[in-house]
């Protein structure tokens, strides 16, 4: 683990951005000089999600559908919290893109919100040990695209999946 001191030191070990706590490398976890500022709460959240990332490598392919990748890794790290209710979830209930994940401020932070989201109605629905097969089957190497998985894993096509995920965040 590696936390550093300044902006620029962050950005030269490859990433930036003023809203990333942490990030995972093949050799470890590199933080942003703002984890120093987290609460104790926030910081157990960043780095469980962190150590998932880093436990996974070896079982990620380099293409692996993002969005599953930090939704899993969310999942891991962050504490339940009640579903957002009709209003919101017509908004929350959508995949989030790469450009979604790769915005800064409010845009990332809903598309990880997203990602989150989704995982969390697959292992509400179908269990947790099936969400870690979902996210072996769709990102191991050579791993079939996401629809192939979903239907493999869940027994289910993407379209119905996505419904019970409205359907589910509506409460």
């Not at 999942?75 to 994940?101: E, I, N, Y």
Request: charged share 20%.
């Amino acid at each position: 683990m590696i936390a550093t001191e300044t902006d620029q030191q962050f950005r030269v070990l490859g990433f930036d951005g003023p809203d990333i706590a942490a990030a995972t490398t093949a050799d470890g976890i590199v933080f942003a000089p703002g984890a120093a500022a987290m609460t104790p709460a926030s910081l157990r959240i960043v780095v469980r999600h962190e150590l998932f990332h880093y436990a996974a490598r070896a079982h990620t392919a380099a293409d692996a559908p993002r969005w599953l990748a930090e939704g899993v890794a969310d999942f891991v790290g962050r504490p339940p919290a009640p579903l957002p209710g009709p209003a919101a979830a017509a908004g929350l209930a959508r995949l989030p893109t790469d450009a979604d994940l790769d915005s800064v401020g409010e845009q990332r932070s809903a598309a990880y919100d997203r990602a989150w989201w989704f995982s969390r109605y697959v292992a509400a629905r179908y269990g947790a040990a099936t969400l870690k097969r979902l996210y072996l089957r769709a990102s191991e190497p050579g791993h079939p695209d996401v629809t192939d998985a979903v239907r493999a894993t869940l027994g289910a096509d993407l379209d119905r999946v996505l419904a019970g995920w409205r359907d589910w965040m509506s409460g």
